[in-house]
């Protein structure tokens, strides 16, 4: 049972390139979640999708993409990078029940720099 | 926007003291989840309690949720030096989970 696996850890890209940062679970959960974290801002919420073929925006979507073809893959695009999604991505999962979701399981993260 | 909101930005004490961090929120919401990060790291759920709940405990935790204040209160007992990390408080509501800015602890020895 490996939980939630994120890859790349690290990534270096030009402007303007374009990426996807990969999210597996192994724990048949419903929702899963992208958030970024920068200094002094704690965790922002990307993208969020509550079963497959469901996603919507969360706090800060401009600029990524996302998809949920299976439960287990969630990966996050990055249209066109830019300096400011510079970078901690953490991916996330749950099980969703009525009345709100269970305890999210993260993933290690990813750390990206835009140069 | 209902983000959470951690109260002190930074606490340091000493080990065997307790700690006391507090989330202030603006809407209402489904549950209030506490969660660890230690540095470079991925974060750890630490406890869930659901809007109809008041108090919850798990091990030296102890959380305390008041819907007519929009606050929740995370107490850490008999610290020690392994809990020195950052705490950030989630908020769920229509499917969405926001997290605050989180409090900085260090434990001193």
């Known amino acids: 049972n490996a939980g939630v696996t994120q890859t790349p850890k690290f990534q270096v890209l030009k402007t303007g390139q374009s990426m996807t940062l990969q999210c597996a679970q192994d724990?048949?959960?419903?929702?899963m979640s992208w958030y970024r974290q920068d200094p002094g801002m704690g965790l922002r919420l990307i993208h969020y999708?509550?079963?497959?073929?469901?996603?919507d925006q969360g706090e800060v979507p401009n600029g990524y993409n996302v998809s949920r073809s299976t439960t287990e893959d969630f990966p996050l695009r990055l249209l066109s990078a830019a300096p400011s999604q510079t970078s901690v991505y953490f991916c996330a999962s749950s099980y969703s029940s009525t009345g709100g979701s269970t305890e999210a399981f993260f993933g290690q993260g990813t750390r990206l720099t835009v140069v | 926007s209902q983000q959470g909101e951690e109260d002190p930005q930074a606490l340091s004490i000493q080990e065997g003291e307790n700690a006391t961090m507090n989330c202030s929120y603006k809407?209402?919401?489904?549950?209030l989840q506490w969660y660890r990060q230690n540095s470079g790291r991925g974060l750890v759920h630490l406890i869930l309690i659901r809007s109809n709940e008041r108090e919850k405990h798990s091990g030296r935790l102890r959380v305390t949720l008041d819907t007519s204040k929009k606050s929740s209160s995370l107490l850490i007992t008999a610290s020690r030096a392994a809990d020195t990390a950052s705490y950030f408080c989630a908020t769920e509501r229509d499917d969405k989970i926001i997290f605050g800015k989180g409090t900085r602890l260090h434990i001193l020895p």
């Open positions: 724990m048949n959960h419903e929702y």
């Open positions: 999708s509550v079963g497959a073929g469901i996603t």
């Open positions: 809407t209402s919401i489904n549950n």
